[in-house]
């Protein structure tokens, strides 16, 4: 285009504010609860604690630098920014090179935006920002090269007027872009399911229950282990278990938990899982367990939770040290802010700790919530969790006799029976003769029970699981 007299650097800047622009949005809308993740999991602090070790270990440079970056993931428009930034930096540090290397640099710009596929397709996995790093620091360190080298006497390369032409000016940029928008949105499946795990982590850990069972429609819960479990523990604190539990596809008791997994997601979903069934002890546990998978041995959500943690027991001490820590980072300062008055709050109280009667027994599943509902026998909650996960067990025989504990608490003046327990119970009626006179067990279940063994008895099981495909009955059968 031989009337196309923009100056190099104007066209640079158009490129530049095109590519952050881009970047910064795809992160931003489709990746908004993967960088509060990356945020969460990563760990900065002022304190010499981290910079002795980066001195033992030199290596460690570019793995503290990226630290510093990640905790302003904390905000993610500013996270966004900050990966889009990485790319656009690649993108002018390629461009001042071409300028210095060709004669006539306007028309072949586009040169500037050949790395950025390149850079794209692995900059999601990028957990640290080490490979971010490296890259800019690379290609400012080669650009510092060809400027040294040109700045005596300016090289005339030159190049054919076939790509100096407006289509390709145009075109070449955009397909570069497009390319880099596929590897971060398409290419690879797993950043959809880090983003999904990553707004169920976020969700949970804000008590926002309803929206995870919006999020999580049975039929998907029954093909993925994590959305499973989440699914469960939102229908439990939504006080929907006892009615819903087999819709979502739950094999055995052990499916309400993690057991063995060291993965972030496992045990930070096992931390939300024990805070909901107040065993504070646990979730230091668990909180402990998970620091050991980050990159410094500790991350901000961690330090978070123990806070708040801390603050529930009453342990200022404790709560305290770890605010300390975290008032050290560059961007938690307001949230430490927020949480001095409830620490102040505590300063004369004596720490919970102490509880009477039998130590609460962490084992299996059924084991712990059998530990807990002794200990709180009046709370619905951990009475569905006890009585689902037994009827997970397909155990009829002791779901009978934990049945008929729990009821004198919960159901001893004639209250509606939920529909799981209901559909336990006609099972085991013609072995217990009285249970029907016993308890309130609907018409309308009396009336599906009678259906289904009729279907059972005539050899016809798959007809009838398919008429109660959410059953205990198909459940067991």
Known sequence: MKGFKLHPWL????????????????????????L??????????????????LALFPDDLFKYVGAYFLQFFYKPALGAAIQAGFATWIMLCTGMMVMRLFKTSSGILWLSFIPIPFYMFGQFWDLSLERSIIWCLSVFLLMCIVWIVTIGKRLTISMNNCFQHYLVMILIPILA???????????????????MFGKLEYLGDHQQ??????????????QNELKRRYALLALSETGRLSEQIFR??????????FFNREEPFCRNFNTLFYRSINLPNEVIHQCYQLGIQSSFGFS???????????????????????????????????????????????????????????????????ETMSSV?????????Y??????????????????????????????????IPRYYEEALLLISPHEKDILEKYNISKDSQERYNVFMQLVKTGRINVAKRKYPDSFWSYIY
């Open 11 to 34: 066209i640079l800047g158009i490129q530049a504010l095109f590519l952050f622009t881009g970047v910064w949005l795809i992160w931003y809308v489709f990746y908004y609860y993967s």
């Open 36 to 53: 509060l993740w990356l945020e969460g999991y990563s760990y900065f602090t002022s304190l010499p604690d981290l910079k002795s070790v």
């Open 177 to 195: 872009f497009s390319l880099s928008a596929y590897f971060l949105l398409g290419y690879d499946k797993g950043n959809k399911n880090q983003e």
């Open 209 to 222: 229950w309803e929206e995870i069972l919006k999020l999580i429609p049975p039929q998907e819960a029954q």
């Open 248 to 257: 979502y596809g739950i094999t055995n008791p052990r499916e309400f938990l």
């Open 300 to 366: 901000f959500s961690v330090l978070r939770r123990l806070v708040d943690t801390y603050i529930e027991l009453k342990d200022y001490a404790l709560a305290k040290k770890y605010l300390d820590i975290l008032s050290h980072s560059s961007f938690q300062k307001k949230w430490v802010e927020g949480h001095l008055p409830k620490l102040e709050s505590i300063k004369d109280m004596t720490p919970s700790y102490t509880m009477e009667g039998a130590p609460f027994t962490i084992g299996t599943f059924l």
């Open 373 to 381: 509902y002794d200990r709180y026998p009046d709370n619905r909650k």
């Open 383 to 416: 009475a569905d969790l006890l009585l689902c996960g037994i009827l997970a067990d397909k155990n009829g025989n002791s779901f009978y006799q934990v049945f008929k504990i729990i009821a004198q608490h919960l159901y001893a003046n004639g209250e509606r």
